[in-house]
Protein backbone atom coordinates (compact mmCIF):
# COMPACT_ATOMS: atom_id res chain seq x y z
CA UNK A 1 0.00 0.00 0.00
CA UNK A 2 1.45 3.24 -1.25
CA UNK A 3 1.12 6.18 1.92
CA UNK A 4 -1.29 8.72 1.44
CA UNK A 5 1.32 11.28 2.29
CA UNK A 6 3.46 9.87 -1.16
CA UNK A 7 0.19 9.50 -3.19
CA UNK A 8 -1.02 12.67 -1.99
CA UNK A 9 2.73 14.73 -3.40
CA UNK A 10 2.60 12.25 -6.83
CA UNK A 11 -1.03 13.57 -7.41
CA UNK A 12 -0.64 17.39 -6.43
CA UNK A 13 2.63 17.12 -8.64
CA UNK A 14 5.19 17.55 -6.35
CA UNK A 15 8.48 15.33 -7.14
CA UNK A 16 10.63 14.03 -3.64
CA UNK A 17 13.68 12.50 -3.91
CA UNK A 18 12.13 9.07 -3.63
CA UNK A 19 9.43 9.10 -6.58
CA UNK A 20 11.26 11.68 -9.54
CA UNK A 21 8.25 11.55 -11.72
CA UNK A 22 4.46 12.72 -10.57
CA UNK A 23 1.35 12.23 -12.67
CA UNK A 24 1.00 12.44 -16.26
CA UNK A 25 4.62 13.13 -16.79
CA UNK A 26 5.68 12.21 -20.24
CA UNK A 27 8.43 9.06 -20.01
CA UNK A 28 10.23 6.85 -22.33
CA UNK A 29 11.03 3.46 -20.98
CA UNK A 30 15.21 3.03 -21.18
CA UNK A 31 15.43 -0.46 -21.30
CA UNK A 32 13.90 -4.04 -20.67
CA UNK A 33 10.94 -5.32 -22.36
CA UNK A 34 8.89 -1.98 -22.67
CA UNK A 35 11.89 -0.08 -23.98
CA UNK A 36 11.51 2.52 -26.14
CA UNK A 37 8.17 2.96 -25.74
CA UNK A 38 6.47 6.37 -24.72
CA UNK A 39 4.01 7.15 -22.33
CA UNK A 40 2.41 9.34 -19.21
CA UNK A 41 2.59 8.15 -15.82
CA UNK A 42 -0.83 7.03 -14.46
CA UNK A 43 0.38 6.26 -10.68
CA UNK A 44 2.93 4.60 -8.17
CA UNK A 45 2.59 0.95 -7.83
CA UNK A 46 5.02 0.05 -5.51
CA UNK A 47 8.06 2.14 -3.75
CA UNK A 48 9.65 -1.13 -2.34
CA UNK A 49 11.68 -2.76 -2.61
CA UNK A 50 11.93 -0.08 -5.86
CA UNK A 51 9.74 2.47 -6.94
CA UNK A 52 7.52 0.79 -9.92
CA UNK A 53 4.88 3.11 -11.91
CA UNK A 54 2.27 2.31 -13.92
CA UNK A 55 2.45 4.05 -17.52
CA UNK A 56 0.08 4.72 -19.65
CA UNK A 57 1.44 3.92 -23.31
CA UNK A 58 0.70 6.86 -25.92
CA UNK A 59 0.66 4.70 -28.96
CA UNK A 60 -0.30 1.02 -29.95
CA UNK A 61 0.13 -1.57 -28.19
CA UNK A 62 -1.82 -0.07 -25.92
CA UNK A 63 -2.43 -1.32 -22.06
CA UNK A 64 -0.67 0.41 -19.00
CA UNK A 65 2.29 -1.13 -18.56
CA UNK A 66 4.60 -1.70 -15.10
CA UNK A 67 7.83 0.11 -15.07
CA UNK A 68 10.72 0.08 -12.72
CA UNK A 69 11.23 3.89 -11.69
CA UNK A 70 14.87 3.22 -12.55
CA UNK A 71 13.88 2.22 -16.42
CA UNK A 72 12.61 5.81 -16.99
CA UNK A 73 13.66 8.85 -18.57
CA UNK A 74 11.57 12.25 -18.21
CA UNK A 75 10.75 13.70 -21.34
CA UNK A 76 10.55 17.94 -21.52
Known sequence: MI???VEDAFFAGKRTANV???VNDAVRVTSGP???RE???VSIVTL???V???VEPGSPPYGDIEVPQSLLALLT
Open 3 to 5: PKQ
Open 20 to 22: RVV
Open 34 to 36: HAG
Open 39 to 41: GAV
Open 48 to 50: EPE
Open 52 to 54: TLL
